[in-house]
Structures are given as structure tokens and as C-alpha cells.
């Protein structure tokens, strides 16, 4: 096996959730702690990739040597990721919030005389499908995650053909499984090829062994 499996190539993240204004002082977002994300992020410059970081906003430190991209909203995590292509591998580990409100405020919405606020809301573009149907650009290895409740392994298989990856990282989320915020996750890797189940592990050895995979995959 070569030492670093990864030299030459430019690695893809996207993490943590994503905030969308509802005025100036509050946002809609996903519980992600970007813990998971920024493991790949590490995992992958230490298998000698360089790696970019498109993050929402999240309470861990970037690897250092990862450029790190902050963002907010989705809107701002595609454009950061168009701007960040070309890539080899993408690991789309970002929790986006599926919609953001119509007309976000330009101030503070106040409780009382208006009565309670009625919002419409609109869909975020979806960043994963945009990239992997990207005809021109497309990296060679597009990877999505599928954090569910239940019906893990069918909600992932569903989301292979409708986002057109080429796999999904799949997993347990409900609030028995402690994998939101924790340290540790088992995942199921969905694609054309089958399913694999993993044991549990914690989000480092899963980052490190999902990373191996990727290069596996990329270069094959
Ligand atoms: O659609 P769903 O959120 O279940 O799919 C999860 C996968 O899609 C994750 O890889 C997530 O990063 C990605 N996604 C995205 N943009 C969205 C919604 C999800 O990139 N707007």
C-alpha cells in the first residue's frame, strides 16, 4: 500500500449544518455537530490529499492544514463549493437545512401586536444532487451521507438514485443511537455494489476507514 494513498488529489468536504436567517437574531438549522465531517477533513490530509473545507457554522477547530471555507446558509455552501472545484473526491457530511425562509427580515420580528409570524418557506438548492449531476464538473467519486431515523438502509438506497452518487454513508441518528453530538457511529455504505455494514466505531476510525475507501474507489 502506498504511504499516503491520497498524494496529488483534492478532496471535497462539506460539514456541519447549515443557519438560515429568520431575522437578524434567529435562524433555522440541523442539529450536526461537524464532528464527523471534520474527522474526514483531518483523515484525508493525513492520506496526503489537500483538502478544502466548506463548513457551517460549528464549535470545532479546522485541521490545520485544511483550507477552510466558512459559510452560513446553503446558498452559500453551493457557492462555495462551484468555487472550490475542481475536485477529486467529494464527501458531501454537511446536515443542510432543507428550507429557508421566504423573506428573511432585515429586522428584529417583534412578539405581540402582529400576532404570531406566519413564515413561507422556500427549498434550498440541493447541493449533493447539483454537484453530482454536473455534468462538466463533476468529481470523479461523489459521496453523500443519510443520517435517518429509521429505515436506514432503504432511505439510503432511495437516496443513491435520486441524488446520483455513487455512495451513501448511511446512519442511525435516531436519539437512542447517541451518534448526534456523540463520538462514536456505525454506518452502512450503500451502493450500486451492495450494502456493507460497519461496527460501531468512533468518528475518527470510521473518518480513517471511510477515507482508505474512497481512495480505493477513486482510483479504481
Ligand atoms: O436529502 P437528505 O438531506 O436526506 O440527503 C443527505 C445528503 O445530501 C447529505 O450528503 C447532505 O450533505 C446532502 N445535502 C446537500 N444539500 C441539501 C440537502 C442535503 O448537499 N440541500
Given at each position: 500500500?502506498?504511504?499516503?494513498?491520497?498524494?496529488?488529489?483534492?478532496?471535497?468536504?462539506?460539514?456541519?449544518?447549515?443557519?438560515?436567517?429568520?431575522?437578524?437574531?434567529?435562524?433555522?438549522?440541523?442539529?450536526?455537530?461537524?464532528?464527523?465531517?471534520?474527522?474526514?477533513a483531518?483523515?484525508?490530509?493525513?492520506?496526503?490529499?489537500?483538502?478544502?473545507l466548506?463548513?457551517?457554522?460549528?464549535?470545532?477547530?479546522?485541521?490545520?492544514?485544511?483550507k477552510?471555507?466558512?459559510?452560513?446558509?446553503?446558498?452559500?455552501?453551493?457557492?462555495?463549493?462551484?468555487?472550490a472545484?475542481?475536485?477529486?473526491?467529494?464527501?458531501?457530511?454537511?446536515?443542510v437545512?432543507?428550507?429557508?425562509?421566504?423573506?428573511?427580515?432585515?429586522?428584529?420580528i417583534?412578539?405581540?401586536?402582529?400576532?404570531?409570524?406566519?413564515?413561507?418557506?422556500?427549498?434550498?438548492?440541493?447541493?449533493?444532487?447539483?454537484?453530482?449531476?454536473?455534468?462538466?464538473?463533476?468529481?470523479?467519486?461523489?459521496?453523500?451521507?443519510?443520517?435517518?431515523?429509521?429505515?436506514?438502509?432503504?432511505?439510503?438506497?432511495?437516496?443513491?438514485?435520486?441524488?446520483?452518487?455513487?455512495?451513501?454513508?448511511?446512519?442511525?441518528?435516531?436519539?437512542?443511537?447517541?451518534?448526534?453530538?456523540?463520538?462514536?457511529?456505525?454506518v452502512?455504505?450503500?451502493?450500486?455494489?451492495?450494502?456493507?455494514?460497519?461496527?460501531?466505531?468512533d468518528?475518527?476510525?470510521?473518518?480513517?476507514?471511510?477515507?482508505?475507501?474512497?481512495?480505493?474507489?477513486?482510483?479504481?
Open positions: 500500500l502506498p504511504a499516503l494513498p491520497l498524494a496529488g488529489k483534492h478532496v471535497l468536504v462539506t460539514a456541519g449544518p447549515t443557519h438560515e436567517p429568520i431575522d437578524p437574531v434567529r435562524y433555522i438549522a440541523n442539529r450536526s455537530s461537524g464532528k464527523q465531517g471534520y474527522a474526514i483531518a483523515a484525508a490530509l493525513a492520506a496526503g490529499a489537500r483538502v478544502t466548506v463548513s457551517g457554522p460549528v464549535a470545532l477547530l479546522p485541521p490545520p492544514g485544511v477552510l471555507v466558512p459559510v452560513q446558509t446553503a446558498r452559500e455552501m453551493l457557492e462555495a463549493v462551484r468555487t472545484l475542481p475536485a477529486d473526491i467529494a464527501i458531501f457530511a454537511a446536515a437545512a432543507d428550507w429557508r425562509v421566504a423573506d428573511a427580515g432585515a429586522q428584529k417583534k412578539k405581540g401586536a402582529e400576532g404570531t409570524p406566519d413564515f413561507a418557506l422556500v427549498e434550498n438548492p440541493d447541493i449533493l444532487a447539483t454537484i453530482a449531476r454536473d455534468k462538466a464538473r463533476r468529481p470523479s467519486l461523489v459521496v453523500g451521507f443519510a443520517a435517518e431515523t429509521e429505515h436506514v438502509v432503504e432511505h439510503a438506497k432511495a437516496k443513491l438514485a435520486r441524488k446520483g452518487c455513487d455512495l451513501i454513508v448511511a446512519n442511525d441518528v435516531s436519539p437512542e443511537s447517541g451518534v448526534m453530538g456523540g463520538d462514536r457511529n456505525r452502512h455504505l450503500v451502493s450500486a455494489s451492495g450494502i456493507e455494514t460497519w461496527p460501531d466505531m468518528k475518527e476510525a470510521v473518518a480513517r476507514a471511510l477515507v482508505s475507501r474512497f481512495g480505493e474507489l477513486a482510483s479504481a
